[in-house]
């Protein structure tokens, strides 16, 4: 590459969701401005001088920022990508809680973990947790803030520099959330936002000085990047979305059961990774619940996400529109039933249940990003196992039930990441978010979250 090349296939842009319309561009970083930015970011990590308490104070203040900023960061979010006002504003708070929970259990994650010795043996040991030096993060459009947040948070307080590259629809969130952390006090280099072509991506990971890449995004570009970072030794950590299953086996209340339903699968307009996906139900109840969720589904309509209240919006593009139509035809034509929806009106969807989703059908593993809810009939829990295994993903789950000791058994079955039992959009800082299978591998939030990027390093004292 030369000094000052830039590649083209990458343009960063505010584009209304609606429309297609562009209504903002900025350019990509030069080749010279990214080594500078690893350069930078390379000399503050081995320059440090701050104390986790000193983070700590940082993280506070940057947690206070965006509770400041809230309103301002919210309607950044539904401009690039189109999510609902209300929950646009619940992705701000809950960034605030991520990064005051990070700087309050940062001098705990941190503490020296004593070694009980072999008996016999003179001294001590103990393992020391320390930063390990520049890490990379690649971050989704779905959630412009919160999926910064659970990646930078702790390896902030970690002692790690960050470079962050956005995905091109969110330039200006990026710089917005670039500038609180500038603003917060960390200091240069700590943490820098970068405008880098995919081209670009792959020369960082396999700079020397990179020491770690945390990627949210397809599977195909996950493989990419750990392919990148195999052939460089680079510890990667992926997340790259899922078809989480909702099993419905027992209950005492439908309504409530089915309003957990309609609210997971329609959150972030259905563009959510660990939202469920498949609605998997006991025969005794399928009638039942297909009626009620398929007539609370029917009466969502998209609406403008700017309006408080709304509860859908157009999906992120004219893209993802196209995508989510042809999987939706394609379905059909191999034999799945619209019960309700599927109709398109720009880039907007009527929220859409589907039966008769067969195994030789494309739809019965794919992961449709939209507001598409596949129903199945399962005779048993054993069956409601295996359907809900039946798929190359395994992000989160959820389980509804009355016995106790079914829910134990049932969650302890399932191949995924996450098990939510009788409860939905129950994310919250100090748990875990991670998945297995075609769903990456790694953990983000909670104490995992804080022991992806350290060099745990032993101590032993004769």
Not at 148 to 177: D, W, Y
Not at 244 to 249: A, E, K, S, T, V
Not at 337 to 342: K, M, N
Request: aromatic fraction near 8%.
């Amino acid at each position: 590459m030369t000094d000052t090349s830039t590649s083209t296939d990458t343009v960063y842009a505010v584009t209304d969701p609606t429309t297609g319309t562009t209504l903002a561009t900025f350019p990509t970083i030069t080749d010279d401005g990214l080594r500078a930015a690893i350069d930078t970011a390379d000399r503050a990590h081995r320059e440090r001088t701050s104390t986790v308490a000193d983070r700590a104070a940082l993280l506070h203040r940057v947690a206070e920022l965006y509770r400041e900023r809230r309103d301002e960061l919210a309607a950044t979010i539904v401009r690039e990508m189109a999510k609902p006002i209300d929950q646009a504003v619940g992705e701000i708070d809950f960034c605030a809680d991520i990064y005051d929970y990070y700087a309050d259990h940062a001098e705990g994650f941190l503490a020296d973990e004593p070694i009980t010795l072999a008996p016999g043996s003179d001294g001590s040991a103990f393992i020391r947790k320390d930063s390990i030096g520049v890490v990379l993060g690649i971050m989704p459009w779905n959630f412009p803030a919160y999926q910064i947040a659970r990646f930078a948070g702790p390896n902030l307080v970690i002692g790690n520099t960050v470079l962050l590259k956005h995905a091109p629809q969110c330039p200006e969130s990026a710089l917005a959330i670039e500038r609180i952390f500038a603003d917060a006090g960390f200091p240069e280099g700590a943490y820098t936002n970068v405008f880098a072509t995919n081209d670009q991506i792959a020369d960082v990971i396999a700079d020397p000085r990179v020491q770690g890449v945390s990627l949210t995004g397809s599977a195909r570009a996950g493989a990419a990047v750990a392919e990148i970072a195999g052939r460089n030794l680079t510890k990667v950590v992926l997340e790259l979305g899922g078809s989480d299953p909702f099993i419905l086996l027992s209950t005492d209340d439908l309504d409530a059961v089915v309003e957990s339903a309609v609210a997971t699968r329609l959150e972030g307009n259905g563009q959510v990774c660990n939202a469920a996906k498949r609605f998997l139900v006991a025969d005794h109840l399928y009638d039942g619940f297909l009626s009620k969720f398929t007539e609370a589904m029917a009466a969502v309509a998209p609406t403008d996400p700017t309006t408080p209240g709304a509860e859908l919006g157009p999906l992120s593009s004219p893209a993802a529109a196209d995508r989510l139509e042809e999987q939706l035809t394609a379905a059909k034509e191999q034999g799945a039933t619209v019960v309700t929806g599927g109709e398109r009106s720009g880039n907007a969807f009527t929220p859409t249940v589907l039966t008769d989703v067969s195994p030789d059908n494309d739809a019965y593993r794919e992961e449709f990003f939209g507001p598409v809810a596949a129903v199945y009939r399962v005779a048993d829990e054993d069956d409601a196992i295996r359907l809900a295994n039946d798929t190359p993903y395994g992000l989160g789950s959820y389980l509804f039930t009355t016995d106790a000791d079914q829910a134990l058994r049932v969650a302890d079955r399932i191949e995924a990441g996450m098990v939510y039992v009788n409860l939905v959009g129950a994310d919250s800082p100090e748990l875990p978010f991670g998945g297995v299978k075609a769903s990456g591998f790694g953990r983000e939030l909670g104490p995992l979250g804080a022991d992806e990027f350290v060099n745990k390093k032993l101590i032993r004292i004769g």
